[in-house]
């Protein structure tokens, strides 16, 4: 089992740029392939950016590709989002997320652990 907490969201204006972080309890922190999703008032959370176990694949949702990038870190057990080149259509409650599958993948039921969610707000 893992626990996932989130932090650095916040407010920031629009062409600006945030990291978030998700740090995962456990040891088997490599056999998690791990996610970023993200929902805004009123919509269906989508995902955003998803990476593999091992850190060798990556796949980004078309709307942020080349502005978002998803990393981690085996060391800190902590899974991160660089988002730079911020829009208001990024505003939401961004969601870290663990699947017991070894790749990665953009379907959010294919995760069984969610973090709470920090919330990234980006005025114009």
């Known amino acids: 089992q893992v626990q996932l907490v989130e932090s650095g969201g916040g407010l920031v204006q629009a062409g600006g740029s945030l990291r978030l972080s998700c740090a995962a309890s456990?040891?088997?922190?490599?056999?998690?392939?791990m996610g970023w999703f993200r929902q805004a008032p009123g919509k269906e959370r989508e995902f955003v950016a998803a990476?593999?176990?091992?850190?060798?694949?990556?796949g980004y949702a078309a709307s942020v590709q080349g502005r978002f990038t998803i990393s981690r870190d085996y060391a800190q057990n902590t899974l991160y989002l660089q988002m730079n080149s911020l829009e208001t259509e990024d505003t939401a409650v961004y969601y870290c997320?663990?699947?017991?599958?070894?790749?990665?993948?953009?379907?959010?039921?294919?995760?069984?652990?969610w973090g709470q969610g920090t919330q990234v707000t980006v005025s114009s």
């Open positions: 456990g040891r088997t922190f490599r056999a998690y392939g």
């Open positions: 990476i593999s176990g091992s850190g060798a694949t990556k």
């Open positions: 997320a663990a699947t017991t599958r070894r790749d990665y993948s953009s379907q959010s039921i294919q995760y069984g652990y």
